[in-house]
């Protein structure tokens, strides 16, 4: 089955507060997005990878991608408002026979290869899987004045993490949906079970973090530094 990678990457990444998007945010030398492509597009997945940007940094994505991947052919798609508007963008400039996407943060450097494969096994097998992981802590659900108003079951709660993998009919039908319905979410395998589809969880791993915070990204260079991954 043909496998396309979607790399939402049109964040201005505020909380990081850099000058740059933060996808092209040096890290050790070499820019965010860069570093997740080199480990999110697995082989098996050879077409182009789609890219969502912001579009009046679309020079600048234009050419880190250049110098860092010369042989590389990708398609550069205009991010959106809210990051699923970014990924609704990006589903349109798929290959028109492209049957599984890949949709993985740039945010994410340091997926393991195995987790993206895992996904993709699943996709195929159930039509929509996400990259999780168990959480360890137990958590809290607070109301609007910060009183803990109740204490989900730590055994059934997964911490949220990419690549959410799909058929592509799949999330296609989820995102007219929500379209539709001004529904908006942060994730999309949660788009996909919030119109009643099945969606597998597959075990991620703590260095899958997301690169939010400046103290994300001190880690991500000591990540680098000492060789953790
Ligand atoms: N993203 C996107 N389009 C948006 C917002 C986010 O493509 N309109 C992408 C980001 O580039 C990132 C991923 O979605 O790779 C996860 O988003 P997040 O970590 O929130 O990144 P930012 O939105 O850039 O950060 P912040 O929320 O701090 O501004
Ligand atoms: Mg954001």
């Known amino acids: 089955m043909k496998a396309q990678l979607l790399v939402p990457a049109a964040g201005i990444g505020t909380r990081l507060g850099a000058e740059v998007p933060k996808a092209l945010t040096e890290i ?11 480990r999110a597009a697995i082989p098996e997945c050879l077409s182009p990878a789609v890219i969502t940007i912001p579009p009046e940094s679309r020079e600048a994505f234009d050419a880190a991608l250049r110098a860092w991947f010369p042989a590389h052919a990708y398609h550069l798609a ?7 508007h970014s990924v609704a963008n990006g589903l349109v400039a798929l290959d028109a026979d492209t049957e599984i996407v890949i949709i993985h943060d740039a945010a994410r450097p340091f997926v393991p290869v195995e987790a993206v494969r895992a996904s993709v096994e699943a996709a195929i097998a159930y039509g929509a899987a996400t990259v999780a992981i168990p959480v360890t802590d137990t958590i809290l659900e607070g109301d609007d004045a910060a009183f803990l108003e109740r204490t989900p079951e730590r055994r059934k709660l997964w911490a949220c993490q990419t690549p959410q993998t799909f058929r592509v009919t799949v999330i296609r039908e989820a995102h007219a949906r929500a379209a539709r319905d001004d529904m908006l979410l942060t ?3 949660s788009l996909v079970r919030a119109y009643g589809g099945k969606v597998k969880l597959v075990l991620g791993s703590p260095l899958n973090f997301k690169i939010t915070t400046p103290a994300d990204l001190q880690l991500a260079r000591l990540i680098i530094r000492e060789g953790l991954t």
């Open 78 to 84: 205009a991010g959106g408002r809210e990051r699923q």
């Open 187 to 189: 994730d999309d395998a």
């Open 28 to 38: 050790e030398g070499k820019p965010l997005l860069v570093r997740t492509l080199e």
